[in-house]
Structures are given as C-alpha cells and as structure tokens.
C-alpha cells in the first residue's frame, strides 16, 4: 500500500510544538515513506504563540530543499491548523485563514476539554463561503462525547479527520471509544497521523494503519488515507455536485 496523503502533520521544524529540528523532520519523513506516504500537508499550528504564516512559507521552502538534498520521495502541501473561534470566521477571505490545498477547505481544531455549544452556527458561517471545515480529531474533543454531535457535523457539511493513533488508543481510553465508533459509522472522510516528532513514529504509525486495516478493511484505508485526502488537497469535493 502506498500513495498515502497525510493532511495532518507537524513536519515542518521550528515552527508550533512539532519537529524540533531539520533533523527531526527528516526522520519523521523518512518514517512516513517507509509506511507508504508520499504527499504530507503540513499542518502547523495558527496559533499566535507560535510562527507566523510568513515564517511558516519559509521554513516549508527549506524542508522541500531538504528533503530533495536527502533524496526523501515526499511532495509537501500548503495547510494549517487552525484554532476555530469567532476571531477564525472573520479571517476566513483573508491571508489569516491558512487553507488547505487549493484552498477550498480548510482544517480546523476545536478545545480538547471545553463544550462548543455555537459549533453548528460556526460551521454553517464557514459553509456559507464556500469553504468546506475538516474538523481535526473529534475523537480526541469533550465536544463530540455528545452523543448525536459528530453525526450532526457531518449532516452540516463538515468533514471529520480521524487522527489514527486514537485507534489503538494513543489518547486514551475515552477517544479510542470514540474513533472506533465513529469508524464504524463511517463518519470519518479522512485519517492523518497528526505526527508530532520522530519518536517512534514508524512503530505507532505502523500499528494503526494496521489497527484501522483490521478494523474498516482495505478500501477504507485507500479511501481515508490515499483518495480523499488527494482530493482535498486538490480542491475536489468528495461528493459529485458538492459534499
Ligand atoms: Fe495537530
């Protein structure tokens, strides 16, 4: 199995809480290579505590340099994490607003440990510009405990991304629980690996590719990790005549 699209990684050195160094990078790269990725978007945080989108160009522009001086087959995208609050919705047309790929979705995260009761309302304002929100690892928020919520996002034309360490339970019981879940329902339209540093990475990886093969089959994994991801990147929606 190759060709896989990580739309979710903190490849790029020196710029959020991921890679520390060019070294870091390289080896998480070579990690994702040797598990069959060939596309990563790396997704930095957009947060003010950390690097600015100028900086973030640059550092994205040394890490392509660097993998072709190593001789490491991995093609970068154009993408983000951003935080999604109301100060978000007003960036969106803006250079703030970092896009994914194309440009016609965006990723976005939501607190880990705080309620979102206007996430509907925020979502349908994103919609209504056109821009489609993949939510980052809902598994991994106190916002999609609600039973019916994730479901619901989906309806509102949100995607979900899956981050697939949940699945052999890398945060915990609760988001294992719930990423299995949502797998199951077949709410997930993409998995990434949200890859923070080389530290065992080729082992965790490893295992829940494998975990999510075991649990959602072949096609599954083609659709999460290679298909869908490839045409977010692009700018498709994964629905013909719109998602
Ligand atoms: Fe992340």
């Avoid at 930095?44 to 550092?59: I, L, M, N, Q, S």
């Avoid at 899956?162 to 609760?174: C, H, I, K, S």
Wanted: negative net charge.
């Amino acid at each position: 199995m190759s060709g896989f699209v990580d739309l979710h990684c903190h490849l790029i050195p020196g710029v959020d809480d991921g890679a520390r160094t060019l070294d870091d990078a390289l080896e998480m790269a070579r990690a994702l290579v040797d598990l069959g990725f060939q596309t990563v978007a790396p997704s930095p945080h957009a947060r003010p505590e950390y690097a600015p989108p100028e900086v973030v160009a640059d550092k994205l522009a040394e890490l392509r340099a660097a993998l072709d001086a190593a001789r490491i087959p991995l093609t970068l995208g154009q993408n983000a994490e951003n935080f999604l609050d109301e100060d978000f919705v007003r960036a969106l047309g803006t250079p703030r607003a970092r896009m994914l790929g194309a440009g016609r979705h965006v990723l976005v995260e939501v607190p880990y440990t705080s309620p979102v009761p206007a996430l509907p309302d925020v979502l349908f304002r994103i919609r209504t510009r056109g821009v489609t929100p993949v939510i980052a690892h809902p598994e991994r928020c106190l916002e999609f405990e609600r039973k019916g919520r994730a479901a619901e996002v989906v309806r509102a034309g949100a995607l979900l991304q899956l981050d697939v360490g949940a699945l052999t339970g890398r945060y915990g019981p609760q988001a294992r629980k719930l990423a299995r879940a949502f797998l199951d329902e077949g709410l997930y339209s993409v998995g990434a690996t949200d890859l923070h540093s080389p530290v065992g990475a080729r082992e965790w990886v490893g295992a829940a590719l494998a975990e999510l093969r075991g649990r959602a089959g072949e096609q599954a994994v083609v659709q999460l990790m290679r298909e869908h991801p490839a045409r977010l990147l692009a700018g498709e929606s994964l629905e013909s005549g719109g998602e």
